[in-house]
């Protein structure tokens, strides 16, 4: 009997709540690798008519509840400032994937992480107190997202930052990452999490070349997703978020990475 056998994969279907830009991503990736998805946003599964059938058979779209009870692991890809629509007993039981970043000046104040100390995973953890949630993919843009995914052990492949208080759903999110294109670097809890925010060493940034200087608005528009991409090896990763220094709310999230 074979011994390297590929064991049966913990998520076949991914239900996500959202498919904007980091969604529909996602979505694409989860495709690509043979999974099923389940599309929702804010307002109806018809919306999302056009990218469902550009992503084939594997894909539907339905409402953020039935997405949530459909998937086998939950990505909560949503504006920050909503966290609290996210349909919680739909979620219970579920890993849950926390894309979220706070931008205040984009979305509005969230007293909770004004006062500084809370994450805004731990934030997003109390109101899916039944769920298993794990921050992921919130520290690279979204074109980046889906052109530096590669196969496991590509020599230029990538690793991305994760964070959550439950070690088996940590495993089903990096075992997820893995199929979808990309090494894991646990960077520990929820508390933890603070060192993949936006403002970090980690963030955005070192997936992507240098800007050249100079360029006009709608020329830097055009290069940011024309930009080719620089892998990021876990070691990398290890080293930016260990050595990530913790800033007050308005500092950390005073970054200029477009998201
Ligand atoms: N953009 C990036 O490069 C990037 C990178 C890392 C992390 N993030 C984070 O990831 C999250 C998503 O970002 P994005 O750029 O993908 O946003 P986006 O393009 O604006 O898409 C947001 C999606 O969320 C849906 N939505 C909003 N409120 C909802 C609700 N109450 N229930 C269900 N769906 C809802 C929207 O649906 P409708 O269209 O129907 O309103 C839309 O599909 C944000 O928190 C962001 O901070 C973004």
Do not use: C
């Not at 946003?41 to 009870?69: C, H, I, Y």
Request: charged share 20%.
């Amino acid at each position: 009997m074979s011994t390297n056998r590929r064991r049966d994969p913990m998520t076949k279907t991914l239900g996500l709540i959202g498919a904007g830009n980091i969604g529909s991503a996602l979505a694409r990736l989860a495709v690509a690798a043979g999974l099923n998805v389940v599309l929702s946003n804010s307002r109806a599964p018809e919306t999302l008519a056009e990218l469902v059938a550009e992503l084939g058979e594997q894909a539907r779209a339905a409402t953020p509840a039935e997405a949530a009870q459909a998937g086998d692991l939950v990505v909560a890809t949503i504006p920050l400032s909503s966290y609290d629509k996210l349909p919680a007993a739909a979620m219970a039981g579920k890993t849950v994937i926390d894309t979220m970043n706070y931008y205040p000046d984009r979305i509005g104040h969230i007293a909770e992480l004004d006062a500084g100390g809370l994450t805004s995973s731990t934030l997003v953890q109390q109101h899916l107190a039944d769920s298993r949630v794990v921050k992921a993919f919130n520290s690279i843009d979204f074109v980046r997202l889906f052109t530096s995914a590669r196969p496991t052990d590509a020599d230029d492949r990538s690793a991305l930052p994760i964070a959550g208080d439950d070690t088996a759903a940590k495993a089903q999110v990096a075992e997820l990452l893995d199929s979808l294109g990309y090494d894991t670097v646990d960077i520990g809890t929820l508390a933890d999490s603070w060192r993949s925010e936006p403002g970090t060493p980690v963030y955005v940034q070192p997936y992507l070349p240098a800007q050249p200087e100079g360029l006009t608005d709608e020329e830097k528009w055009r290069w940011f997703f024309e930009a080719s991409v620089v892998p990021v090896p876990a070691a990398t990763v290890r080293e930016l978020t260990d050595t990530a220094v913790r800033r007050s709310a308005g500092d950390a999230r005073a970054t200029l990475a477009r998201e």
